[in-house]
């Protein structure tokens, strides 16, 4: 199938293309799970917010363009055409930055969002805990609250960003007589406060992508409570929509993915048949994820919402992410095996194997996906 554009959309992608090939910074940036390449990522998310690009779906007083979720992936499509830097801020303004367009009040959004696009507050994602991974259900970490403040107690775990970010987003139960998935909270709280701690948690490749955060007997302000108390499980299950299904993972990640695959298989002869085959099956199932995500965006356009249908993207592009880096690899051979400074494109895509293997893992695992599929979109019994 081919997409045919609009003239303003096609002026629109030439903008962009335009700007990016002017801005994107010439040599790669450190890596961001590293304190240095943190801030030089951020300096990035500040270039953007001069351009004007940190955001385009977000409205225009709060740091946006106000455009359509189409606009949005032709950015998409032509950020990842010019290998522009990873998003050191995407769980601001790809996870929390819609939500508070639809719970927050109008006071967080002149706080919040405006900040986010400058880079000022970069976010990490508080919802996991030691014996609530994607089971949120059964979040311990407690709200209780005491006048104008909630008092936070207990631990979040696998966040995100939290290593060096300056705020996390995230849910605890703030009416201790309740369980599962009612009497929770979502509350975003500085990282800088009084009685947090941050513990990084290193990944395969050593560096600290994640953190662990404990919190003893924190005092945050009750303007920092997203909706209503106890309606945190709703708005938490409003962000997943948007992170499994449509704004963290854009499309054109991984068409540029199977685009660098295919480049990578030409350099080398006589490849297996199995490996041949599986390069044109990756590279349809992105074109196909494409197709899916422009439908889906324009059913939201038509008014409608996100629903369990995001857990079928989730499983598919997680997959998909994996299955391209074993493929990789494969091309590859024993030259897998080198991480040298010398072998940076072989380098790039180890390390992007490393990380695929977490793609089934975070946003939900896919186990606990296939299960909402099966109940809530193919009926079957629990």
């Known amino acids: 199938m081919k997409l045919n554009y609009t003239n303003d959309q096609n002026s629109f992608r030439q903008e962009v293309r335009s700007w990016l090939e002017r801005n994107v910074p010439k040599k790669p940036l450190l890596s961001l799970d590293t304190k240095e390449g943190f801030e030089q990522h951020r300096h990035w998310e500040k270039t953007l917010n001069k351009g004007n690009w940190s955001m385009v779906t977000w409205p225009k007083e709060y740091g946006g363009r106000g455009l359509d979720l189409i606009e949005w992936l032709i950015f998409e499509e032509e950020y990842y055409r010019a290998k522009a830097p990873i998003r050191v801020n995407q769980n601001g303004v790809f996870l929390l930055g819609p939500t508070l367009m639809e719970y927050g009040n109008?006071?967080?959004?002149?706080?919040?969002?405006?900040?986010?696009?400058?880079?000022?507050?970069?976010?990490?994602?508080?919802?996991?805990?030691?014996?609530a991974g994607s089971d949120m259900a059964a979040i311990r970490s407690t709200a209780i609250k005491q006048?104008?403040?909630?008092?936070?107690n207990g631990q979040k775990t696998w966040s995100s960003r939290a290593s060096f970010a300056d705020w996390t987003f995230g849910l605890f139960r703030s009416d201790l007589e309740t369980s599962r998935h009612h009497g929770?909270?979502?509350i975003l709280v500085p990282l800088d406060a009084s009685g947090v701690s941050v513990r990084p948690i290193p990944q395969l490749d050593g560096e600290p992508g994640f953190a662990e955060i404990f919190f003893d007997n924190v005092e945050v302000p009750t303007d920092n409570l997203i909706g209503n108390e106890g309606q945190g499980w709703?708005?938490?299950?409003?962000?997943?929509?948007?992170?499994r299904g449509l704004m963290l993972r854009s499309p054109a990640r991984f068409q540029e993915t199977a685009a660098n695959l295919i480049k990578l298989a030409s350099n080398y002869d006589n490849l297996a048949p199995s490996i041949n085959a599986a390069l044109i099956d990756c590279w349809v199932r992105a074109e196909a994820y494409a197709l899916n995500i422009y439908q889906t965006a324009s059913k939201i356009q038509a008014g409608k919402k996100i629903?369990?249908?995001?857990s079928l993207g989730k499983i598919f592009w997680s997959n998909l992410d994996l299955e391209m880096h074993a493929v990789a690899l494969k091309i590859l051979g024993t030259?897998?095996?080198?991480?040298?400074?010398?072998?940076?494109?072989?380098?790039?895509?180890?390390?992007?194997?490393?990380f695929s293997?977490?793609?089934?893992?975070?946003?939900?695992?896919?186990?606990?996906q296939k299960n909402i599929v099966a109940e809530r979109l193919l009926g079957l019994p629990r």
């Not at 095996?337 to 490393?354: D, R, T, V």
């Not at 089934?360 to 606990?368: F, H, K, L, Q, S």
Request: glycine share 10%; proline share 4%.
């Open 106 to 131: 109008e006071a967080q959004k002149q706080r919040f969002l405006s900040a986010m696009a400058r880079g000022e507050h970069i976010w990490a994602q508080g919802w996991s805990e030691p014996n």
């Open 147 to 152: 006048g104008d403040k909630f008092i936070i």
């Open 184 to 186: 929770l909270s979502f």
């Open 234 to 243: 709703n708005i938490a299950m409003a962000t997943a929509g948007f992170e």
């Open 307 to 310: 629903g369990p249908e995001s």
């Open 335 to 354: 030259q897998s095996e080198l991480k040298n400074e010398e072998a940076k494109n072989i380098s790039s895509w180890i390390k992007g194997f490393m």
């Open 357 to 368: 293997l977490a793609g089934p893992i975070y946003a939900g695992t896919n186990e606990i």
